[in-house]
């Protein structure tokens, strides 16, 4: 449902979009619609979070029932490379986030060079 709901709200702002650039702005049809989709792209991407991940929802669960994870089988490696590391070694520091060359007291004062 939440997968319809998410198409329904793109549709109708594609639409919107399309007659506006259609009509109100006399563009060929063609300019219209691309210019329609890139707004009812964004419109949806900025506001309509929630819906976006509950179609994502649906459409997972139809096509991978069972599947128990969305990383690949190399990020899961990785990551439990990593558990084992700071289980061995508690006080080994493993951020992957952080930038390059940063030490743990960098990230620890923002805004000081």
Known sequence: MAFFKYSLIRGVLFLAFFIVAY??????????????????????????????????????????????????????????????????NPDVWVDADRKPGATKLDLDKPGEA
Request: charge should be negative; aromatic fraction near 8%; charged fraction near 20%.
């Open 23 to 88: 009509k109100a702005l006399d563009i060929s049809p063609l300019t219209a619609a691309l210019v329609a989709a890139l707004c009812a792209f964004l419109i949806s991407y900025l506001f309509f979070r929630k819906q976006r991940s509950g179609a994502t929802a649906d459409v997972a669960k139809t096509f991978a029932p069972n599947a128990e994870t969305s990383q690949s089988a190399g990020a899961v490696a990785d990551a439990d490379a990593e558990d084992a590391l700071i289980d061995e």
